[in-house]
């Protein structure tokens, strides 16, 4: 059975996911209750995704013999992370429904691509300008001042491929470190905090938002992801409503992150988006009625969207490298809720698990 546009596929159907990481791995413990097969598509074997999936191919993202036989064994595609060669989802969605698009993929792995798209359809970012060399380097900094933020447009998370750029700063060692052949150059804000919205749309154009949540990030990795955010009213509409616009205009079918700056003077302004599962929304696995790695695959699959609504205050913690060794004592506490990722390397700044924290309802 193929899933067409707007079809509701049936438990027993099988959904493919590009990528095998702990994202992947989540999607698809949630689609198993749910009652659906996966098949992971991953250069990496015996990945987290791979440990809990019904079927998996190891190859390259250009492996097009690979790519096609993936395609016939499953109903849908999609995908956990956005850094896969746009290309192989292309090719995907000529054989199969691909959820998002590959254009929604081409939007989000591109910093420039995606900040245009941004403005032109209103929403509000920060400001920017395109450097297409390191001799342009020294014009756009004297546009947008010091200190900004050079970022490789392509390929980047986790604060890698970025340089801070201070007064003074020696522009052409920071282009050697930025490491990309085109970067944006970004306004500093100094913001008053970070937040992020997931959103979900079906096929049939249902919309559900999670309410947004407070980020902190240490060394550039996202730390703590705090619900609720302890933003106004105001600002908690106008980021849903910020949320809402751009999965309407972007035709989203599946999950979406916005990740937000909050000004001092209460401006929200998106910083990045990320078409799939995300790190700030694992506190809906615990806190939410649905959640995130449930309403993608509910979403994915053209069911109807399961209720977003936090039913706990909680604060999603995220173990990095070798701090998943204080799982003994995590454990011990009976308000905590565990969640690793069966990687066996505990690396630095390597993401092993994360934790939430439940309290009542405030």
Known sequence: MNAEDGQILPPGSVIGILGGGQLGRMSALAAGRLGYKVHIFSPEKDGPAAQVSWRNTVAAYDDLAALEAFAQSVDVVTFEFENIPAA??????RLKPT???????????????????????????????EVTGAADLPAAVDALGTPSILKSASFG??????????????????????????AILEGFIDFDCEISVIVARNPAGE???????????????????TVPAGVSVKVAHAAEAIARRIAGEIDLIGLLAVEMFVTK??????????????????????????????????AVCGLGLGNPA?????????????????????????????????????????????????????
Do not use: C
């Open 207 to 225: 919309i559900a938002l999670y309410e947004p949540a407070r980020n902190s990030h240490k060394h550039h990795i996202l730390d703590t992801s």
């Open 310 to 362: 936090r039913h706990s205050d909680t604060v999603m913690t995220n173990l990095i490298g070798d701090e998943v060794e204080s799982w003994p004592q995590l454990l011990a506490d009976p308000d905590v809720k565990l969640h690793l990722y069966g990687k066996t390397e505990a690396r630095p700044g390597r993401k092993m698990g994360h934790w939430n924290k439940l309290t009542p309802k405030s």
């Open 157 to 182: 998370y986790d604060g890698k491929g970025q340089v801070r750029i201070e007064a003074g700063m020696d522009l052409q060692e920071a282009w050697a470190r930025m490491g990309g052949t085109i």
């Open 99 to 129: 959820r998002p698009s590959p254009r929604v993929l081409h939007i989000s792995q591109e910093r420039l691509r995606e900040k245009r798209f941004l403005e032109s359809i209103g929403v509000p970012v920060t400001a920017f300008r």
């Open 88 to 93: 192989a989802a292309e090719i995907l969605a």
């Open 265 to 298: 003077d209460g401006r929200v302004l998106v910083n990045e988006l990320a078409p799939r599962p995300h790190n700030s929304g694992h506190w809906s696995q615990d806190g939410a009625v649905t959640s995130q790695f449930e309403q993608h695959v509910r």
